[in-house]
T-cell receptor, first 115, second 111 residues
Framework: DQQVKQNSPSLSVQEGRISILNCDYT??????FLWYKKYPAEGPTFLIS?????DKNEDGRFTVFLNKSAKHLSLHIVPSQPGDSAVYFC??????????????FGQGTILTVHP | KAGVTQTPRYLIKTRGQQVTLSCSPI?????VSWYQQTPGQGLQFLFE???????NKGNFPGRFSGRQFSNSRSEMNVSTLELGDSALYLC??????????FGSGTRLTVV
């Protein structure tokens, strides 16, 4: 039972263009969402988060959009840079419940940004 | 400020042995969570500790255990190692429970 899904295993984008990474969830108890970037053999690096009381959050080149009715979120990276090439994970958790420390991760999307 | 420190970075163990991994959280962070990453299962939650108490546990067998010390440092132990326990083990710490910073992980190989 995969509660967080990233249906695109990979995405290839040209430098300077927009990268859009998508994530769907099924558990309606999730009310806080995070995006992480990860390189092989390293820990995930936090990028940006969003609470369910918002529908958009921006931080520099990164913007996360949340559509609660569709149980869908997306990460936009504009403009994309070659250094953005990595695996991107979407994660969700129930901040208001007793799921202490438990982030539920998607399977990840490999982003490749070509110069 | 120092990040989350995990030791050792790499470990090779034989089936049937046990292993202990260590995690030092960011100063001031009292919540420590552990995750296992494998190619087939992705990132899966093991357990979470706060003020030396386990508050949450994932769906792993009892061979996986952990503890947290009064200085918030945490250890996880895997007994009777199996080949399938080969994975990257990640620790994350948090102060508020809404932002989690991960360490670089310990790569465990069971042969």
């Amino acid at each position: 039972d995969q509660q967080v899904k990233q249906n695109s295993p990979s995405l290839s984008v040209q430098e300077g263009r927009i990268s859009i990474l998508n994530c769907d969830y099924t558990n309606s108890m999730f009310d806080y969402f995070l995006w992480y970037k990860k390189y092989p053999a390293e820990g995930p690096t936090f990028l940006i988060s969003i609470s369910s009381i918002k529908d958009k959050n921006e931080d520099g080149r990164f913007t996360v959009f949340l559509n609660k009715s569709a149980k869908h979120l997306s990460l936009h990276i504009v403009p994309s840079q070659p250094g953005d090439s990595a695996v991107y994970f979407c994660a969700a958790f129930d901040a208001g419940g007793t799921s202490y420390g438990k982030l539920t991760f998607g399977q990840g999307t490999i982003l490749t940004v070509h110069p | 400020k120092a990040g989350v420190t995990q030791t050792p970075r790499y470990l090779i163990k034989t089936r049937g042995q046990q292993v202990t991994l260590s995690c030092s959280p960011i100063s001031g962070h009292r919540s420590v969570s552990w995750y296992q990453q494998t190619p087939g299962q992705g990132l899966q939650f093991l357990f979470e500790y706060f003020s030396e108490t386990q508050r949450n546990k994932g769906n792993f067998p009892g061979r996986f255990s952990g503890r947290q010390f009064s200085n918030s440092r945490s250890e996880m132990n895997v007994s009777t190692l199996e080949l399938g326990d080969s994975a990257l083990y990640l620790c994350a710490s948090s102060r508020t429970g809404s932002g989690y910073t991960f360490g670089s992980g310990t790569r465990l190989t069971v042969v």
